[in-house]
């Protein structure tokens, strides 16, 4: 059946949502790491963002990168990053580019803490996709 403890071991490998460990030690604790996406549709205009994400639990942001479909043309597409309303981090796309680099993070976010964007330059560009990547604490 399906493992419904917070804790499980499943084939020698440790499942609890936050660490991996192989009972034969080839790899003896690790991080998972999730993904979250906030999705930019249509064409994307320079506004203060509004739409609060919490995460689930308390959370360490380890990077983020931003893609887009029809990706900006005269200039960058930037972005604010925020936490409890105060910049913690930006990220640009440049022009006629369709992926940013990874931008790399350390940052923690409790539980009762929330993240919006800000859209702080567009350039025509639309239909992104921001992703973060983290770990829970």
Known sequence: GVPTATT???????????TITISNGVISSAKVVYNKQLNFVGMITVNTGTIRWYPESNITLTSMFISASNPPTSGPLSLNINKNGLTIATISLSANSYRSVNSLLNTSVLSTDYLTVDVTASNNASDAILTFSYTRN
């Not at 499980?8 to 936050?18: A, L, N």
């Open 8 to 18: 499980s071991t499943i084939g020698g490998v440790k499942v609890d949502g936050t």
